[in-house]
């Protein structure tokens, strides 16, 4: 069996606001040297995820040398992406372990010309956390909210806060929370008004979610 | 055993920018009342959603005549909200059997100013239905895109269109789709980049964070 | 058929220092009629839960005469408890929906000799509303905790007090909150320390917990 | 133990038109073994799926040599079947990681003379992908479509063409996704009409259910 | 709230060979009724599905004269479909309960033109009752096989026959089967080759594919 | 549409040594008549189980002569059973809420001719209970245990007796008890040795279970 | 923290007729080789289940020299049990990849003094090898039957003797019959009379029950 | 990326009783490091749960000295903690492969100046060995109880004594005791008074409840 062409949507950008990007996870080596080879050939930039750090020695020498690989997030940019500048999204996360979520969600950000501002590790078992750096997230213009386990942060930091605040459940979580879908249904079943939510460790759609966002206030 | 004093978040208004409301289903007739009396000495207007027409007969007839109920979506509004202009937010849905969670969506917005435009009827088993509103759908600021059943609507507009999509995935169906479990995993799971959801039937959800996407690009 | 014979464990008092109860669900009126007459023969006050305000009229005019029944919590207690007085527990609640629950939970208390105290409407949503309550929440000895939806209120709670801190999950809730399984799974997934729980809208459970607290107390 | 003997049902190709088949996975190698040598034994020719690459080490090379094994679709076909021809079958999906289980449908209709066309990488979230291959798949006399994550393929593809349409969902997907039920209950809930589908990633059985719907046309 | 206007796909004929239809419950009175009247002004037959027999007094005598409703299968054609003749399809299931649901294909293939054979209660508790209609089920072009609790007749069926089999998993059950997903499961599980499977109860869905089928042969 | 006709399995007793009984809930009016007129007709007793005490008014004078019905149980037994005489099956329930299920099992015992000893409110929660009845039960030639909530008889009778054990979960519970599933997940996952089960509320499963039980040891 | 001591239940094979076995997965070296050492020193022979073949090399060499241990089934016999001889016990599996649990119930039997029959291969897919095994089968005093998948042959069986048979599902299985709950929810809502079911793959459990039922024969 | 800074929440002793502690799992080495390094510059004592075994040699020499690792409980305490004493609390279990669980609540206990007693192996299959500890058990002033498959010992022993019970539920089982959620739900559907839990496998978060009761008792 062949293991088939990618058609690559690059006129994505031009009718959703948002550019290609390609999920590293479940394609094959060759696939992937494919769909690189065409970016260099048309000089596009690509965002990949999930790119497990271990495929990386699979790939041929000079397509490795333009991506820029981060372990943490296991994303990479192939090419050269848009100077990233402020505009204003604050992605907040629960617990260190949430980390390489908020990576993936920065990152797209970063390949899109966003660059986020960071707050770690303000869960609410320790509201005092959350709490100081009040001020920070209210001057917010877009919220991303990282967290695992039974995903309380969303709920607290909905109330408290007027900008759109999209949640990322994370498997961040044990028992009854592997996999991460208590936080996922907290955030569905949130009392507090106006929250959304992606699916669990999706901090790109979530990214995409806010570029969408931005483009809608222009 | 008494039944318990509401503590009204009058408040909430200033600090996220939406206004209070209340969800009706689970409260007892006396509980309505003190929250409506609250309200009405307090001259603020106020929304209830899920409140069955059945219900109208229990209350006073003061309360009730400023009441304004609307049966298709079980919501009612309390004295007199801003006056609605356009503000670029589209409540499209699949099927016909949905529009009770679009018109929770629509009196929502109204209730806090914002009048949507609705198109209805547009699930992808006739693709043509919906590519021949495609122009209507690619002006619209905000999409609320509601949906049962399978949900195939979500990832087919988020990839049509450039706004912010909020799917709401309605339970709408029978067999497997009974509660409306599919469709909301069909928003989760889509393909589609940056696509949100809220959770089952949650019309109200969806408005109010419409408001906030409105809100975020003033 | 017979409809069987209940076997009253009279003797649990001494056993587990909880005086037997009799949930009422599900048991026929033969069943009930007969197991209030036992106590009426012995002379001793007993506690039923779940019973339904539509099954009172069922009841033989002299039992109904000993039963003392709550239609908010779908309690009864039938004879004379001990006269209730303060022990320091204290039942939250996150929303006016939650009522019947808190009542159960109180009634339970109350049966056995404790005035809980209610704080009601506390839900995250609104954070003030919690936080200028916390001086009462800090004093309290022991804390049952009620709430359904997403649960947040168990987390942010735990991580303000000392006390022991149960957490009743309730079947508020619409969606995937149906039924009281995001809320039950919050608690259990909880990040806060020390947060444990009972069955779905067991207030009963939560205060007989609550009472072997107390007791190991002394 | 015995590893106990397989009764090969080499009547069922008189029986149900299709022939007998082996699932490796679970079987042992000596299991495995004696398949072949019976199959070689009464020279016929005998599909094997989901047969690791990994294994084909295990097997004597006498059996090795008669195994044409493709890596991708983990199947491997023994003897030598009929020359394929074209049938009219298309085997349509949404997406590159999706093809190891195209590939299965492809080899188990090869193995029982069906050459099928495939189209790949159609995937909704680009519907022009789709709409640009529409008179390739309008002119199927059947189609098997593969897709994972939500799975809207199939609802758009069975509202655009007339052939039967079996939907294959794939364990592609992450998050909600994982394991592939989101797929499936996007394929059984799907609000396009007479659409049928088989277990998660079950290419063989695709396959199978377009051989009977050949052999009951002709 | 307006209740939103229908958008039939009287196209669909043309495009998938199946005509429209109408699946009634969750839709109003009034948009029944503005249905139906299209249908009516265009002349054409029209079939709708899950129409309560307590629905029809709402509809004004007019229409009601031209539905013919079928109590069993709670299905109504309205207007005058094609005269069926036989084709070859036949309707076989487990169990009387299951009734309504072979009900519901039996009347979509006949608003079709396509007269179905039945074979009932040959579920395989007592396997004589299949195998003595052995002979009839064999000479079956196609087959439609309706079962609820544990669905074992959808293998035992397909390992029998050459046809193509549509299982139809059904509500009937108690304890773990409520609801179908037993024998839903069992026909996606199955070992017998070329099965494939429709939601639960969905008889109309089988028939649509029936029809699929029937077109493709030809 | 026909309702269907009923092949009643007569040959049944001599195949597997159990009568042919019917399931009668699901069935229609009229296919239940048909059935004991066949009865009636051949002159056979019949057992009828989940016959709901309404439906006995929609039958025929004459045929609900012959109906010996119970209304604990919602059994019905049509025409003259064996004598039942004592055979050693003991039934054991948790709590007077499952003696519909405990009833159902007796009946189906007696229509067979087997008279049960029946031993009510034996729940662990008080294990003097069934300490004090342990001589009785290990005197038992099979058990056969009825229990619902979390179902601890099961394993704790297991481990106590040496006679076969069938577990019968009921659906008595509420919150994660609802419907019976924590029961039986207990039976199945029990730490005592050689405990068996039947699905929830099954009653009359595990009365033919302890019938071929007893034939075996002829 | 020290491992903890074992509580060996030697009288259990007084109390319930059943010797105590050992279930090894989860259980330390060290646990494992001070349990097989109290036997050796009073002189009992011990069944372990789930003994990996990779733990065999931790165990002390005196010890390892006294195992009996089967790979493919994965027990170990210690000590010298008594000599098995013939009672009527058949053993039925589906398909091979079931041998592994056919073997568990073979060698506790086997363990107990009683030689099991086993007849492997009779999946329903094929239905004429279970029938050409019919006498056989009938001719068992005890069946157990061991099936994955789908599990029909648990019904089909059930219908055609009338010997006790106790289902035991396998995780044997793919999609949604991943972990073997197709399987057994098959056995648990069988329409077939008088079957009852152990967990997932617990051949060991199976056994043991079947030990009880030839006690009470007794 | 960066991988975030922790926000300890070293004022969390004084205000809830209970000193911060670390989830090692999840956390990258770096997170760990400057964790550990924080602790010994501000020379505060540290518990770490969930640390593997494996990670310890990834820590630098320095700060390894300073960790007690305790294998089977995968926990590690950094610094010096008060020295332990008795308090009254007993930690019960049902078998010896939930001893790391055990363990877990143990150290945890330690780290707070807490000395446990431990009870092994009591499960309910074989009582007599419960029953030969309850004078113990029944001294206890709080008791954690930590077991797997089907839980049945949180209800026996929760009608036994009069503390307060924690109920532990471990992922010890298998089949459908997969994961540790039968034994969760056993505890929360218990029929016996009063039982608290956690989530499965959580000894950390039982032994910070009993914390909080022994304060409570203060």
């Known amino acids: ?9 690059w006129a994505r950008d031009a009718r959703t606001g ?5 999920y590293a996870e479940g ?15 048309q000089d596009r930039p690509l965002l990949l995820t999930r790119l497990a750090t271990s495929r ?16 943490l997030s296991q994303t990479a940019i192939f090419g050269t992406p848009p100077q990233p500048a402020a505009a204003g999204v604050t992605v907040v996360c629960a617990g260190l372990a949430d980390m390489p979520v908020v990576g993936e969600a920065v990152r797209t950000l970063a390949f899109s010309g966003v660059r986020a501002q ?20 209210r001057a917010a213009r877009i919220i991303i909210a990282v967290a695992g386990m039974e995903g309380a942060l969303f709920s607290v930091l909905a109330g408290l806060v007027s900008a759109p605040i999209i949640a990322v459940p994370t498997s961040v979580g044990h028992g009854v929370a592997t996999g991460g879908h208590v936080a996922l249904n907290s955030a569905l079943a949130s009392c507090a008004p106006g929250l959304v939510t992606v699916n669990i460790d999706n901090g790109f759609g979530a990214a995409q979610s806010a570029l969408r966002i931005l483009h809608a206030g222009r």
Request: charged share 25%.
């Open 1 to 9: 069996m062949t293991e088939g062409t990618a058609r690559m949507d």
């Open 118 to 137: 960071v707050v770690t590790d303000v869960g609410v078992a320790g509201l005092w956390r959350l709490l100081e750096r009040l001020d920070e997230l």
């Open 27 to 41: 394609k094959t080596v060759a696939q992937l040297i494919a769909i690189l080879s065409e970016a260099a050939a």
């Open 56 to 71: 990386l020695a699979d790939l041929p020498p000079d397509l490795r040398a333009n991506l820029d690989h981060d372990a």
């Open 18 to 22: 948002l550019p290609e990007a390609v």
